[in-house]
Every structure is written in C-alpha cells, then in structure tokens.
C-alpha cells in the first residue's frame, strides 16, 4: 500500500481522519559516518524503510498507518569524531520525543511508534527515557522496540547478532536494497572484513568508533552485502515495529 504522509496532509484531511485508528510512526536515525561506502543518511535510510513495511503490516491489521517526517538528528558521540557527524546532546532528544508524545495525545492518536535504526547507547537510552517519561504521563503508547535486545535482535542475522554490524553487511544490504544509488559499490567491494564487535566494545568500556577498532567507521562485512538480504532484513524490521506495536496496544486495550 502506499503509506500515507503527516506532512503532506492538509488540516482539514487530518481533521477527517479517525484519531482512535491513527498510529503515527516516526523514523529515527542520525547524521553519522557509515564507513566510507555508506551516506551520513544510512540511519534514516534504513529507519525509513522499518518504518513503510511496518506501515503496511499495521494497515492490514485495521489501523491507519500515518508516517512523520523523520528525525535526523540525535546523539551520536560514537561518531562524533568524524567529519559529516552532527551529534545532539541525550537530554534534547529525550525532551523533543516526549514532547511529540504529548502533541499526539492531545490528537487522540492511539499511538506512536518509533522506527528506530541508530544503535548508539546514548540515543538508544534517550529514547527509553522519552518512553518512561510519556508513560509516567500517562500519554498514548509510545513504541520503541530496541533492537539490540530480546527479542528483536535474534532475528536480524549473524552479524547483527556479533555486534560488528555498523556500515557492515546488515546496513550496507538495506541501503542497497532502499537507495542503491547512494551506495559507493566500487568502495564497498573492497573493504576487508573488521570483526571487531562494537557491543563487546561497549562492554569494555569503549566510547568511540576509534577506541571500538573502527578507524574507519565501519564494522562487519561491508563487501558480502547484497539488495536481496536487504529487503529480507526490511521484511523483518517491519515485522518487529507492528508486532511491538500490537502488543502496547493489547496491553492499553486499544488492539
């Protein structure tokens, strides 16, 4: 189907529309380095892409699927470093989400769900700051399903699971698959593998790209992508968002 827009409505279609159906569906990415194979976009890329397939997965449920503009800026101090990476501070992103919380609610929207595609600890934890809080305000659900945890990220590939997944064959394959023109192939076929895992690195206490074993910004196997696993992954990222979403909405008694 073809997913209806926020932004390219007039007021008096949104007005039209029934509020209690509407599930408002946010990407979320960053402007960060991705290797030198993958646009400073590949977040919101990939973020955009979760967000359309699990649209269409909600609309055959009975809800009216509506997409807002993305948001393209957030923490990103694993990148920062880098040219081309614009990095926000926690606390703004945490306020702006729990505030888009509170302007749908005001709307009578059922829900908000965030496709989220930018894994950096500090964005991923102002987003669960931005859904405690809407909760803790008794606003409409607010869905972000972290991918790095259960169970989500078994289902996103071997080297998802490996933690060597920025820029790699996991996000270079969706952008192959969503925007290929934006893919530096002739780069991407000669990148060497880098196994080093960002999650281990994290673990250990790591706080950059650099300290992680990614002077590059890239992790994984960035030259085994291909456009056919990507639009299986964006199957399975839409996949996720709906099934998260039905859940909160079970739960609210909403379904």
Request: net charge negative; proline share 8%; with cysteine.
């Amino acid at each position: 189907m073809l997913l209806r827009e926020w932004g390219t409505m007039t007021w008096e279609e949104a007005q039209a529309l029934d509020p209690a159906r509407v599930v408002a569906i946010l990407p979320v990415g960053a402007v960060e380095a991705h290797g030198p194979h993958l646009p400073l976009s590949t977040d919101v890329i990939i973020a955009e892409a979760m967000a359309r397939a699990g649209g269409d997965r909600l609309a055959a449920r009975g809800y009216l699927p509506l997409l807002l503009p993305s948001l393209a800026y957030t923490a990103a101090p694993f990148a920062a470093a880098f040219p081309g990476t614009l990095s926000m501070t926690p606390a703004t992103v945490t306020a702006l989400l729990l505030d888009l919380a509170r302007a749908l609610t005001a709307r009578g929207v059922a829900a908000l769900a965030i496709a989220n595609a930018h894994l950096d600890p500090a964005h991923l934890g102002s987003a669960a700051a931005a859904v405690a809080a809407a909760r803790e305000e008794r606003c409409l659900p607010v869905v972000a399903p972290d991918l790095t945890r259960k169970p989500w990220a078994p289902r996103l590939g071997e080297e998802f699971r490996s933690g060597a997944c920025h820029a790699g064959r996991y996000e270079s394959s969706i952008v192959m698959a969503a925007r290929p023109e934006l893919v530096r192939d002739e780069i991407r076929r000669a990148l060497p593998p880098n196994p080093a895992s960002l999650s281990t690195a994290i673990r250990g206490g790591s706080h950059t790209f650099e300290e992680a074993g990614g002077p590059r910004a890239y992790f994984g196997w960035p030259a085994e992508a291909t456009a056919a696993e990507g639009e299986a992954t964006i199957a399975t990222l839409g996949d996720i968002l709906a099934e998260a979403v039905g859940e909160a909405l079970s739960k609210s008694g909403n379904a």
